[in-house]
């Protein structure tokens, strides 16, 4: 018997299917669409088995609808732009495109050693000026719209590399590259108006039945929906008033001080003559602006001396504070403080010595006091003179009429979201194709005149966005007027890259973004993949994008919902390796700015190739250095535990590796890396082999044709629920009842179906077993067999047989058989005549098909 070689058979199938371009898809086929997708990524060098299993379970997906005789788009790109390739430039000094581009053809050979069932026709980067020409056309349909503005808005400033950075890259204070201070800042910015879709993408999550609940929760808070009141505080002595929004008008009575944010306009004024609070504003600009960094950071405030008025009880005033937890980009850039019931608002009154009145408590515990954390719960109102006593719904109801009625206030509903600002200070990314005009102001860029190219000579020797700097590019002819203008320096939002992606994929044709009868025929999109890590920002802004289409008119209505169905894979995880060696003065030098200048030692991360296994433990391969394993984490290449695929496919196979991160765990759950997992599945294609090439037989065998019924039927259902591990579990069934069945007719009719069951999660081999067992063409474009509803009926039962209720025997019936019958095949078993031996049977208790209980005496 030949022993299979997967590399042999990898290299020759993966050929096959290319030249016969077996996964094209064809939008003008008459088969049933269907759209198999997972989020395209970001070239970085290297793939791991995190994409392995990522890809391979659409890629399961995928398969299986082409043999069940749906024409499947499944397509593959990148999204390219980023920061990564932008630091890659500084670090390594190389071009940021030329980095991408040959990290996409390593990747690209990475994962086309998998096997998948990729169109790979319709590949494309996000960084190709053919698709992001595109992609500028829309933004301008978009400003035509009315969906795209420009406004001056605070960001996150790093002053060495002189960018605007993300709350994420702000760690305690500065910039996660440079390490310096970061700093607020005003700059102009432009943005896009998902606000005037939160309505549509809030409601429309409950459209989305095949989405987890957990990102649909995700994505709803996010939006915030919220039915608040608007109010004005009067404050003593000017005639100018306080605006603040509440989702929380019942708590009033609980007020003990006012809030505004650094950056509110009468902050601003009252700095103008006041040294110490311009001193302060400043601080809090250096401060982070994510709602994490708000919670965590230490709650300070600046007194203004001024007083408002109590809108419920006039007698009553409050401080108002200029407070570093409050910003502008919330509500008004105003509060009313409520300790009592608000964790933040209670940081601050402890901190400053404010009033910490408890107006909501459980039955009970109304006079209870206030401790450490705040009361957020349910209850009814106490001390709020007319409100005591009212449920909170009751009572915010009861403010908000109130309010409306004497004309101070207005019931309000809110949205936490907030428009899309998509302009990022950098050079890798989509150029915003507008013109400045000092005589026509925004100009945009004719459409004749798009794609507005990136330069390819560009100098990342300067920290910044070397599109501000360079000698030529920026400084062009006004459309308008014909005088000297400036392009736009900055890009946009690689966010806004993700946002259609899969429009293009759709359609491809070389004078639009797409085509709409041919968006109609695919989208949406059938079975979405990917990390739970993007189910707010991009899902989000995707549901946007479509949105705004329709709205334009560019796309239908009904597909305003880009993704039928949603599923986040769990990660691949290992265990983390690290070394600790004594520090040199490099390292120190390096590091001085935030390590102890005498630390000694310095811990680094290492690979699981860069270490070995000795009997003396784990040992660091370059430099003989004691190995400290860590916990089991999310595959990264912070923390260097990741496996690279190449090298495990090259010994054992793609199949092998295919059908692992299929195995054991659910997919939607982390599946731990390990070396025996990927032996075990080897073994498994080993198996499978020897049924192929094992003595063929004649004559009939029900019983290993039931089983491979059963499987199909089962594996079908396991394929339309994802449940790759069950699917996995059903094969290895099928294939232990063929090796224990004798050569026959049916056994080797279970084998050919066994192959064609297994050929979407392992289609090298099953190519091979196809063809050796005579298929007729390609399994991939074989038809999925169909189960035998009659052979998925049981016609036998094993039925258990106690004797005075204690379990002694099984015996195997006809189902359904009389009583009298599975009587006689009870006291015809030796166990149950040793059993009842020198006893008198008083009673046989038949439960039919499940149960006999002989109680003897």
């Known amino acids: 018997m030949t022993s299979f070689d997967p590399a042999k058979a990898d290299g020759k199938w993966q050929a096959e299917w290319a030249g016969r371009e077996t996964f094209r898809a064809d939008t003008a086929s008459e088969r049933p669409k269907r759209y198999i997708l ?155 108006k998902i606000t005037q879709f939160a309505d549509e993408l809030l409601d429309g999550l409950g459209t989305l039945e095949n989405w987890p609940d957990k990102v649909r929760t995700m994505q709803a808070n996010w939006i915030g929906r919220s039915r608040g009141l608007t109010f004005r505080f009067r404050i003593e002595g000017r005639d100018e008033g306080l605006e603040v929004y509440t989702t929380r008008p019942d708590t009033m009575f609980g007020a003990s001080f006012a809030g505004i944010a650094a950056d509110h306009p009468l902050a601003l004024k009252l700095a103008e003559d006041n040294a110490q609070l311009a001193a302060f504003i400043e601080e809090c600009r250096k401060s982070g602006t994510s709602e ?19 809108p419920l009880d006039e007698t009553i005033t409050l401080p108002v504070f200029v407070a570093n937890f409050v910003l502008m980009d919330y509500g008004t850039g105003a509060i009313f403080g409520c300790p009592a019931h608000d964790q933040r608002d209670l940081d601050f009154a402890r901190k400053y010595a404010l009033p910490v009145p408890r107006v909501v408590a459980p039955e009970g515990e109304e006079n209870a006091p206030i401790g450490e954390e705040a009361y957020t719960g349910p209850g009814k109102l106490v001390n709020s003179e007319w409100l005591t006593g009212m449920d909170v719904a009751d009572a915010i109801a009861a403010v908000i009429e109130k309010a409306e009625a004497e004309g101070w206030g207005e019931g309000t509903t809110q949205y936490r979201l907030r428009d ?13 194709p507008i013109i400045h005009c000092d005589d026509c102001g925004v100009v945009p860029v004719p459409a004749d005149q798009l794609p507005v190219e990136l330069p390819k000579d560009v100098d990342f020797g300067t920290p910044g966005n070397p599109l501000v700097r360079h000698p030529s590019w920026k400084q062009v002819d006004c459309p308008s007027c ?88 769990g990660m691949v995880t290992h265990e983390t390796y690290s070394v600790t060696r004594p520090a040199t003065d490099e390292d120190r030098r390096i590091w001085g700015w935030d390590k102890d200048p005498g630390a000694d030692y310095i811990t680094e991360w290492r690979s699981p190739a860069e270490i070995k296994r000795t009997d003396k433990g784990l040992i660091d391969k370059s430099t003989g250095l004691k190995v400290l394993v860590g916990r089991v984490e999310k595959m990264s290449k912070s923390k260097k535990n990741t496996v690279d695929p190449e090298p495990i496919i090259q010994r054992y196979g793609a199949d092998a590796v295919r059908w692992f991160v299929l195995s054991d765990s659910p997919p939607e759950r982390d599946l731990e890396w390990s070396e025996a997992g990927i032996e075990g599945a080897s073994r498994f294609v080993g198996r499978l082999w020897r049924l192929v090439t094992a003595e063929a037989g004649t004559g009939d065998d029900e019983a290993v044709l039931k089983a491979a019924h059963r499987a199909l039927a089962g594996v079908t259902e396991d394929l339309e629920a994802l449940r790759f591990n069950k699917l996995v579990a059903r094969c290895y069934e099928l294939t232990g009842a063929i090796e224990k069945a004798k050569p026959s007719k049916s056994r080797s009719e279970a084998i050919r179906m066994l192959v064609r069951i297994v050929a979407p999660a392992m289609p090298h081999i099953a190519e091979e077993a196809w063809a050796a067992l005579g298929g007729e063409g390609l399994v991939a474009e074989a038809a999925w067999p169909e189960a035998d509803p ?27 058989a009389p009583r009298e019958e599975i009587e006689a095949l009870v006291m015809a078993r030796e166990k149950i005549a040793a059993a009842t031996e020198g006893k008198t049977v008083r009673k046989v208790i038949v439960v039919p098909d499940r149960l006999v209980n002989l109680v003897v005496a």
């Not at 005789?69 to 990564?84: I, K, R, S, T």
């Not at 960094?293 to 008025?309: M, Q, Y």
């Not at 239908?556 to 599923?567: A, K, V």
């Not at 998925?792 to 006809?814: F, H």
């Open 292 to 310: 994490a960094d708000l919670e965590t950071a230490e709650k300070r405030g600046f007194d203004t001396g001024l007083r408002v008025i109590h």
């Open 482 to 569: 014909g005088g000297k203008a400036e392009r736009e320096t900055d890009t946009l939002d690689t966010f806004a890259d993700s946002s259609w992606y899969f429009l293009r994929f759709a359609s491809q044709p070389e004078d639009r973004p797409f085509d709409p009868k041919a968006i109609a025929a695919w989208l949406p999109v059938d079975q979405y993949i990917g990390g739970v890590e993007h189910a707010i920002l991009h899902l989000l802004y995707a549901r946007f994008w479509t949105r705004a289409l329709a709205h334009v008119g560019m796309i239908e209505s009904g597909l305003t919902e880009p993704f039928r169905q949603l599923f986040t894979q």
């Open 420 to 432: 899309w600002g998509v302009s990022r200070q950098r050079y890798w990314g989509t150029p915003i």
């Open 790 to 816: 009659a052979l998925l009926v049981d016609d036998s039962v094993t039925i258990a047989v106690q004797v005075n209720g204690k379990l002694r025997d099984t015996v195997d019936a006809a189902k359904g």
């Open 38 to 192: 997972e989020m395209f990524p970001y070239p970085s060098g290297r793939i791991h088995m995190g994409h392995v299993r990522n890809y391979t379970m659409g890629d399961v997906l995928a398969r299986w609808r082409k043999m069940a005789g749906d024409e499947v788009l499944h397509p593959m790109g990148w999204d390219a732009f980023g920061m990564p390739a932008e630091n890659a430039a500084m670090e390594r000094g190389v071009h940021p495109e030329g980095w991408t581009r040959a990290n996409i053809e390593a990747m690209r050979a990475q994962l086309q050693t998998l096997g998948l069932a990729i169109d790979w026709s319709r590949e494309f980067a996000t960084c190709d000026a053919d698709y992001y020409g595109h992609e500028q056309a829309l933004f301008l349909k978009f400003m035509e719209a009315g969906l795209v503005y420009r406004r001056e808005a605070y960001v996150n400033w790093d002053p060495v590399d002189m960018t605007v950075l993300a709350n994420e890259q702000v760690i305690d204070g500065k910039g996660w590259r440079s390490g310096a201070p970061v700093e607020r800042k005003k700059l102009s910015q432009w943005f896009l």
